[in-house]
C-alpha cells in the first residue's frame, strides 16, 4: 500500500476566516516582514516570535524544511537542543503552499511538503538534535497545526527532554490535521507525549517512530487525546506500547489502523493501559507484536490500577494473544473479529481477508501492507447495525456506512464484487451483466473485465459465487 504522507480524502479547500495572515517561505529573500508572498519571512520562528501575532492569526507556509533554531531576529539561539516551535494559542499553521506561495486553492501538502525538522547543529548527526520540534502545551483547541511532517527531534535529555521528540504538551489542547510524525526518538513518546492535555489528531500518522516507552504516543495524567483517522505504523517501544501508552487517561481512537508496531521486551505491541478509559471504535489491527497483548495490554503497577477499554466495530488480527489483561481490567468487546475468538455480542473469529496483507514488497508486516477488506471478507456489514456514523468517514475518507450496515476496521468497502453500476445493490442489472460476459476470457473476443472478479482473466463460477455472496446488498 503506498502510504501518503498526508491522510484523508485528497484536500477539501476553504479558506479559513481569519483576522489578518502571517507568510513564510525558506526561499524568500532576506529581511522579509510577513506579510506578504513576496515579503514572506524565510525562518518560522520569526513568525511565531513575532509580538504583533495575535489569536485568531494565521500563518502560510510555502514548501521547504524549517529549523526552530534559525531566525532573524535573533530571538532563537542556533543549534541549542532547547529550541521548539512553541504553537501560539489560537493561532492557525498551514502547510502545503507552493514554492514562492499561492493562494489557498494551490495548497496540496502532499506535493509542496512543508516539513519541520529537528535536525539542528551538524546535519545528520541526530545526538544533536532538538529535544522538541513542537510545543503545544496552553495552546486551546483553536490552535491548529494543518499539513505538515515532523521529523527527527531526539528527546534523550533530562526529564522534560527525554519525552516527546516531535510534540510536547503540558495541559494543552491543539488540533491536528493532516500532519505526519515520522524518524522521532524518545525516551517516552517518541512523536507525543502529552500530559494532561486534550489534544485532537484527525488524518494523521505516525512512522517509524522509536522510544524506551510508547513509540508513537504516551499520554498520562488524565490525558484526553481524540484521534481520528489515523495510522500507525512500524513505531517501536523496547519496553511497553509499541504504538501508545496510556496512563491514567481517557482515550477516544476511531477509524484508525495500527500495523507491525512492537514492544521488542514487553507488552502491548500497538497499545497498553493501565488506569485508563480506551475506547475503540472502527479500527483495525494487524501484525503488531509483544510478549503478551499483540494489539492490547492492560496491565498496570502491581496490577492495582485497571482500566475500562470498549471495542466495537473493530480487527484484531494475526496471532494469538491479541488481547491480554493482566489486571482485571474490563474489557467489553461486540461487533469485532478477534484472532482467537473473545467474549462478547456478534463476535466474529475469522480470517479478514485483507486485500494484500504482504502488500507489494510481499512480505508481511511492513508499511506498504494494504488493511482493506476483500470482496469476500467475513467483516463486510458485519459491524453494528445501530452504530451512529452521522458525518464519519473511514480512514480512506470515505462514508462510512454503505450497503445498510457498516464494515469492520478501518476502511469502508464499496463498491463491494458484484456491484457493477454502482449503486449499492446487487441485483437483476448486476447479473444481467455478469451473464452477458458469461465464460469469456481475456484473451480471445470481447471481455468485461469489470466482471471478472477474481482478476483471473476468466468469466466463471468463482466470479458467480462472489455475485451471489452479495445478492441483493442494499441499503
Same mark, same amino acid.
Given at each position: 500500500?503506498?502510504?501518503? %504522507?498526508?491522510?484523508?480524502?485528497?484536500?477539501?479547500?476553504?479558506?479559513?476566516?481569519?483576522?489578518?495572515? @502571517?507568510?513564510?517561505?525558506?526561499?524568500?529573500?532576506?529581511?522579509?516582514?510577513?506579510?506578504?508572498?513576496?515579503?514572506?519571512?524565510?525562518? %518560522?520562528?520569526?513568525?511565531?516570535?513575532?509580538?504583533?501575532?495575535?489569536?485568531?492569526?494565521?500563518?502560510?507556509?510555502?514548501?521547504?524544511?524549517?529549523?526552530?533554531?534559525?531566525?532573524?531576529?535573533?530571538?532563537?539561539?542556533?543549534?541549542?537542543?532547547?529550541?521548539?516551535?512553541?504553537?501560539?494559542?489560537?493561532?492557525?499553521?498551514?502547510?502545503?503552499?507552493?514554492?514562492?506561495?499561492?493562494? &489557498?486553492?494551490?495548497?496540496?501538502?502532499?506535493?509542496?511538503?512543508?516539513?519541520?525538522?529537528?535536525?539542528?547543529?551538524?546535519?545528520?548527526?541526530?545526538?544533536?538534535?532538538?529535544?522538541?520540534?513542537?510545543?503545544?502545551?496552553?495552546?486551546?483547541?483553536?490552535?491548529? %497545526?494543518?499539513?505538515?511532517?515532523?521529523?527527527?527531534?531526539?528527546?534523550?535529555?533530562?526529564?522534560?527532554?527525554?519525552?516527546?521528540?516531535?510534540?510536547?504538551?503540558?495541559?494543552?489542547?491543539?488540533?491536528?490535521?493532516?500532519?505526519?510524525?515520522?524518524?522521532?526518538? +524518545?525516551?517516552?513518546?517518541?512523536?507525543?507525549?502529552?500530559?494532561?492535555?486534550?489534544?485532537?489528531?484527525?488524518?494523521?500518522?505516525?512512522?517509524?517512530?522509536?522510544?524506551?516507552?510508547?513509540?508513537? @504516543?504516551?499520554?498520562?495524567?488524565?490525558?484526553?487525546?481524540?484521534?481520528?483517522?489515523?495510522?500507525?505504523?512500524?513505531?517501536?517501544? %523496547?519496553?511497553?506500547?509499541?504504538?501508545?501508552?496510556?496512563?491514567?487517561?481517557?482515550?477516544?481512537?476511531?477509524?484508525?489502523? &495500527?500495523?507491525?508496531?512492537?514492544?521488542?521486551?514487553?507488552?502491548?505491541?500497538?497499545?497498553?493501559?493501565?488506569?485508563?478509559?480506551?475506547?475503540?471504535?472502527?479500527?483495525? &489491527?494487524?501484525?503488531?507484536?509483544?510478549?503478551?497483548?499483540?494489539?492490547? +495490554?492492560?496491565?498496570?503497577?502491581?496490577?492495582?490500577?485497571?482500566?475500562?477499554?470498549?471495542?466495537?466495530?473493530?480487527?484484531?488480527?494475526?496471532?494469538?494473544?491479541?488481547?491480554?489483561?493482566?489486571?482485571?481490567?474490563?474489557?467489553?468487546?461486540?461487533?469485532?473479529?478477534?484472532?482467537?475468538? &473473545?467474549?462478547?455480542?456478534?463476535?466474529?473469529?475469522?480470517?479478514?481477508?485483507?486485500?494484500?496483507?504482504?502488500?507489494?514488497?510481499?512480505?508481511?508486516?511492513?508499511?506498504?501492507?494494504?488493511?482493506?477488506?476483500?470482496?469476500?471478507?467475513?467483516?463486510?456489514?458485519?459491524?453494528?447495525?445501530?452504530?451512529?456514523? +452521522?458525518?464519519?468517514?473511514?480512514?480512506?475518507?470515505?462514508?462510512?456506512?454503505?450497503?445498510?450496515?457498516?464494515?469492520?476496521?478501518?476502511?469502508?468497502?464499496?463498491?463491494?464484487?458484484?456491484?457493477?453500476?454502482?449503486?449499492?445493490?446487487?441485483?437483476?442489472?448486476?447479473?444481467?451483466?455478469?451473464?452477458?460476459?458469461?465464460?469469456?476470457?481475456?484473451?480471445?473476443?470481447?471481455?468485461?473485465?469489470?466482471?471478472?472478479?477474481?482478476?483471473?482473466?476468466?468469466?466463471?463460477?468463482?466470479?458467480?459465487?462472489?455475485?451471489?455472496?452479495?445478492?441483493?446488498?442494499?441499503?
Amino acid at each position: 500500500m503506498h502510504i501518503p %504522507l498526508f491522510l484523508g480524502l485528497g484536500f477539501l479547500v476553504v479558506s479559513p476566516a481569519r483576522s489578518a495572515t @502571517v507568510y513564510v517561505d525558506q526561499s524568500a529573500n532576506l529581511a522579509g516582514t510577513g506579510d506578504s508572498w513576496p515579503t514572506a519571512y524565510r525562518h %518560522l520562528q520569526d513568525a511565531l516570535l513575532d509580538p504583533t501575532l495575535t489569536y485568531g492569526d494565521q500563518i502560510y507556509l510555502a514548501a521547504g524544511t524549517y529549523r526552530p533554531d534559525r531566525d532573524e531576529a535573533g530571538r532563537v539561539t542556533p543549534a541549542r537542543r532547547t529550541e521548539t516551535f512553541r504553537l501560539v494559542s489560537g493561532v492557525a499553521l498551514y502547510g502545503g503552499f507552493p514554492p514562492g506561495g499561492g493562494d &489557498f486553492s494551490q495548497r496540496d501538502p502532499n506535493r509542496y511538503q512543508t516539513v519541520f525538522s529537528g535536525d539542528i547543529g551538524q546535519l545528520d548527526n541526530h545526538t544533536d538534535n532538538t529535544y522538541h520540534v513542537l510545543t503545544g502545551s496552553a495552546a486551546d483547541p483553536n490552535t491548529l %497545526l494543518d499539513g505538515v511532517a515532523v521529523t527527527l527531534g531526539n528527546a534523550d535529555g533530562p526529564f522534560p527532554h527525554s519525552c516527546g521528540a516531535g510534540l510536547f504538551i503540558d495541559r494543552g489542547d491543539p488540533t491536528f490535521k493532516h500532519c505526519s510524525f515520522f524518524s522521532l526518538q +524518545a525516551d517516552d513518546g517518541a512523536a507525543i507525549y502529552c500530559d494532561a492535555g486534550n489534544p485532537s489528531f484527525i488524518d494523521c500518522s505516525f512512522l517509524c517512530n522509536m522510544a524506551y516507552t510508547a513509540g508513537a @504516543v504516551s499520554n498520562l495524567n488524565g490525558a484526553r487525546p481524540r484521534l481520528s483517522r489515523c495510522l500507525f505504523i512500524c513505531n517501536w517501544a %523496547l519496553s511497553r506500547g509499541g504504538a501508545l501508552y496510556n496512563r491514567n487517561s481517557q482515550v477516544l481512537i476511531s477509524n484508525c489502523a &495500527f500495523g507491525s508496531n512492537r514492544s521488542v521486551m514487553n507488552n502491548g505491541g500497538a497499545l497498553i493501559c493501565e488506569d485508563s478509559t480506551l475506547i475503540l471504535n472502527f479500527c483495525t &489491527f494487524s501484525h503488531n507484536t509483544a510478549f503478551l497483548g499483540l494489539a492490547l +495490554a492492560c496491565d498496570s503497577l502491581n496490577q492495582a490500577h485497571p482500566s475500562a477499554v470498549t471495542i466495537t466495530n473493530s480487527i484484531l488480527w494475526d496471532g494469538p494473544g491479541e488481547i491480554w489483561n493482566n489486571d482485571n481490567s474490563t474489557i467489553r468487546v461486540d461487533f469485532s473479529n478477534i484472532y482467537g475468538g &473473545f467474549p462478547g455480542s456478534n463476535n466474529l473469529d475469522a480470517d479478514p481477508f485483507f486485500l494484500d496483507p504482504n502488500g507489494p514488497d510481499d512480505i508481511l508486516g511492513t508499511a506498504d501492507d494494504n488493511l482493506r477488506l476483500h470482496w469476500s471478507s467475513p467483516c463486510l456489514n458485519a459491524g453494528d447495525p445501530c452504530s451512529l456514523t +452521522a458525518g464519519q468517514s473511514d480512514l480512506d475518507g470515505l462514508p462510512r456506512r454503505r450497503y445498510g450496515r457498516v464494515d469492520l476496521g478501518a476502511y469502508e468497502t464499496f463498491p463491494v464484487a458484484a456491484d457493477f453500476e454502482p449503486d449499492e445493490d446487487v441485483d437483476l442489472t448486476d447479473l444481467t451483466r455478469l451473464i452477458d460476459a458469461w465464460l469469456t476470457h481475456s484473451l480471445a473476443g470481447p471481455f468485461d473485465p469489470i466482471c471478472d472478479l477474481n482478476i483471473d482473466g476468466r468469466i466463471d463460477l468463482v466470479d458467480f459465487s462472489a455475485l451471489a455472496a452479495h445478492w441483493l446488498w442494499s441499503p
